[in-house]
């Protein structure tokens, strides 16, 4: 790897600062840590409580970086998100006024409970990185990620994300009850005080594009690309692995997600300090990329088949070089 801060001081400085705060979550917090390292944006789903939200806030105060927390609700409007022309009656002019998604990281908290308008605001940010307003365009400062979540339990008042936007998130994190000793360490925390520990910034946002820089140079074998390839067409014609499969996949994992795979297992062999990607990567990270990627048909969702059950199907029936 090119000299500059490496992938395991960048995982072990920012971990250490987030420990301060999380007890476990291991795998949500390697995941954040993906997307980070890769530019890709990530959604977390959970039920309440699991904190989520704590976890990117953390992180946040972990990076010396501009973060933004913006609490999606029903009324919230496109205006309120990317910002909006403002009149000066003095001048006679309209000067824009630049909204909350200007930052280098974007907490959007419950998203699925803002309509489909203000969920298409987001389109071009998360995917051109730039911001329409009025007649202008705004380049948004890199680095720039958004990190969402959703309540996937109280679906009242919610919206379902549109497919084109969720296949924006690079990463969809099921995020899971605590081991017992974990939520015991939870308890001995923060149940006397009930106040988190202080966080310092140990990394800079050009630390984060010089170590996705390094990223990038992660080399990747043809039959890992292969394996990727295959894993993919698989999720689009599951019954070529699972006869039982046949039919129940309405749309597959698009183009963007092989992309996604390969760029996920780069930056998880470099958090583990390998300058090369093998299979078990992809294995690895397979789930969080294609899960929100694979959209079942009704017959498979009265047979209690969804995109897990697929996904999980998919990974063992295709062969790991």
Request: aromatic share 4%.
């Amino acid at each position: 790897m090119s000299n500059g801060l490496s992938g395991e001081t960048l995982a072990s400085r920012v971990e250490r600062s987030i420990s301060e705060v999380i007890v476990g979550q291991r795998a949500m917090i390697e995941g954040l840590l993906i997307g980070l390292l890769t530019g890709g944006h990530v959604l977390l789903e959970g039920v309440p409580g699991l904190a989520k939200t704590l976890t990117i806030a953390s992180l946040s105060r972990a990076l010396d970086v501009s973060f933004r927390r913006i609490q999606f609700t029903p009324d919230l409007l496109p205006a309120d998100l990317i910002g909006t022309m403002i009149y000066n009656p003095r001048e006679g002019t309209f000067a824009p006024r630049k909204g909350p998604i200007f930052a280098n990281l974007i907490l959007a908290d419950e998203i699925n409970r803002a309509p489909a308008k203000v969920q298409s605001a987001l389109l071009e940010a998360m995917q051109e990185k730039q911001v329409t307003i009025g007649d202008s365009t705004y380049r948004l400062e890199e680095p720039f990620l958004v990190l969402a979540t959703q309540n996937p339990v109280d679906q009242e008042g919610t919206y379902q994300l549109p497919e084109a936007q969720v296949d924006r998130f690079m990463l969809k994190l099921v995020v899971t009850y605590p081991t017992r000793d974990e939520e015991r360490g939870v308890i001995d925390r923060m149940a006397t005080s009930g106040a988190a520990a202080s966080i310092e910034p140990v990394a800079s946002g050009g630390d984060i594009l010089r170590a996705r820089r390094e990223v990038d140079e992660v080399y990747v074998d043809g039959k890992v690309k292969d394996y990727v390839l295959d894993l993919v067409s698989a999720t689009r014609h599951p019954e070529s692995i699972d006869a039982k499969l046949g039919g129940m996949v309405r749309y597959g994992a698009s183009p963007r997600a092989s992309i996604a795979l390969v760029r996920a297992a780069k930056a998880r062999a470099y958090l583990r300090g390998r300058n090369y990607v093998d299979p078990g990567d992809v294995k690895a990270v397979a789930p969080d990329v294609l899960r929100h990627r694979v959209i079942v048909t009704y017959e498979a969702l009265a047979e209690e088949i969804g995109p897990e059950q697929v996904v999980s199907r998919v990974l063992s029936g295709v062969h790991m070089p």
